[in-house]
């Protein structure tokens, strides 16, 4: 039975909620404000919090704060008063699961409660399937073993089977749509369409008419009605690729569809109800582009209900080798070359170098090299240039003066590494060095998700 704590300073409101609740089979413990929440929360933890946002003298955004501290596994609901969206989206903002607005109808409530602990489920048991996953490299046809593409896989299963929307983000050829493919064929949708659209590649003023169709006569040159991609779609999935690209109308519209399932063709005032699963990719910072306002906050957070990140290649080289593999397996059956193997100082340039063109880059290369060579084995040799020029970019000295087009972040990760490997490790040793502290050392160690890699060392 799913545990929710019920925080409200108005007695009727916590009477008639929990009584609602208790009803509907929940286990409910009341607190009359904030402060008797934060005792409770201290003591046990709950599966969902709901919480009223204007109390004394600690009110629901503490609430909410607080709660996501001692465990950001738990999900917060909160409850805003009529008229109060921007605090809502604050909310959400802060970690907050969603917000309902007072006065409510039941069923409406009822279904977001039932959404917040579906998702609480959700990720527990994707915790659990992480576990599960050591030892499988592969799942579909997606490689990788590394602890972040576990996650990922472990991820996509699980909201493979909901309908709820994902957001994918990652750099460019990190297998946005891949995963994107992954979910579609492991949901109930994977025997109707699977739509894509590039919304980078489609002028702004083509966008909405592309997505939800117009009417004829709706602007100058639609000379007759037209379907849009949303009802293309209709009982399957729509993968919105580069969903940062979209124009501010047709995040309006987006919007509109995630809140109450419906669509408006442009011209035309009639709703049309389409039963559509939403994903989407991006490999720009939305949240930069909420602070440039050219992206909305609200559709930000109703289609960031399930966040993938696919993380960099350079960030889990544990999978260099394996995918190399891979795509050898791959190209030799296309090709029909006898090549066995990729050498082991081949493997490791590869796991080297830092692929900014990430896992396409790498396909590439693997692909080039099998055309190219006519020996039974990959060497150093079969690749390009710029690849073997630095063979471990982050250990070898020679290479400092090719900074080449990297950020500053970049050269400090690596400076970093590359201490880090000169002395074998030893954080204090390295920090001292480097001429910070070693709190400084491991939180930027975190940052840059170098951590995870001096564990498996
Ligand atoms: N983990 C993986 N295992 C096997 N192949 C992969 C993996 N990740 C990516 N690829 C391959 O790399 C190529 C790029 O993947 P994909 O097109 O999904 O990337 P993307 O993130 O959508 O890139 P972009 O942002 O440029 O659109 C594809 O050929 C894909 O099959
Ligand atoms: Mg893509």
Redesign the pocket.
Known sequence: MSDILLVDDEKSVRLTISLFLKKKGYSVEEAANGDEALEKLKTRSFDLVITDLKMKPINGMEVLQQTKKLNPMMEVLVMTAFGTVESGVEAMRLGAYDYIQKPFEKDEFLMIVDKALERKKLLTEVAQLHDDLQDKY?FE????KSNE?LDVFAMVSKVATTSSTVL?S????????????AIHVNSRRKNRSFITI?CGALPENLQESELFGHVRGAFTGAIKDKRGLFQEANGGTLFL??VGETSLPTQVKLLRFLQDGEIRRVGDNEPIFTDVRLLA?T?QDLTRLIKESRFREDLYYRLNVIPIH?PPLRQRRD?IPL?AD??LQKFTERTKKKINSISPDAIKILTGYDWP????E??NVVERAIILTNKTVITPEDLPETIRHCEIPYIDETCEADFGDRTLERLEEQHILSTLERYSWNQKKASEILGISTTTLWRKLKTYGIEAKRKEE
């Open positions: 592969r046809n997606i490689i990788g593409m994918i990652g750099e460019s050829g990190t297998g946005k749509e891949l995963i994107a493919r590039n690729d580069e990719a490999n696919i999978d995918l891979h795509f063109g990430n896992v396409r790498l396909e």
